[in-house]
């Protein structure tokens, strides 16, 4: 059974910064490209960031390009996003998400998902 599980969510001030972690079990983990995508209330869910199976490439939305950064270490199952200089806009429920799809970017197209992990980003 795939099982991804956040954590590293929380409350910080604007500037701030927060390393969110997503531990993964049950899937090879080195052959899923991995997502982080956020969802604000009243919104629909939006991709952050994405990573290659093999860390190689990266993709990331404009709203958050050069603030935020994402890894991985496929020895250890795990993906990172790490995120500085945070804005207010930023506060959402964040999912980590994995797909064998190469280059995916939409929601449909991960196959599993996280149960999410709350930022919220005071002004």
């Known amino acids: 059974q795939v099982q991804l599980v956040e954590s590293g969510g929380g409350l910080v001030q604007a500037g701030g910064s927060l390393r969110l972690s997503c531990a993964a079990s049950?899937?090879?983990?080195?052959?899923?490209?991995m997502g982080w995508f956020r969802q604000a209330p009243g919104k629909e869910r939006e991709i952050v960031a994405a990573?290659?199976?093999?860390?190689?490439?990266?993709y990331y939305a404009d709203s958050v390009k050069g603030r935020f950064t994402i890894s991985r270490d496929n020895a250890k199952n795990t993906v990172y996003l790490q995120m500085n200089s945070l804005k207010p806009e930023d506060t959402a429920v964040y999912y980590c998400?994995?797909?064998?799809?190469?280059?995916?970017?939409?929601?449909?197209?991960?196959?599993?998902w996280g149960q999410g992990t709350q930022v919220t980003v005071s002004s």
């Open positions: 049950g899937l090879t983990f080195s052959s899923y490209r």
């Open positions: 990573i290659s199976s093999s860390g190689g490439i990266t």
């Open positions: 998400a994995a797909t064998r799809r190469v280059g995916a970017r939409a929601a449909g197209q991960y196959d599993y």
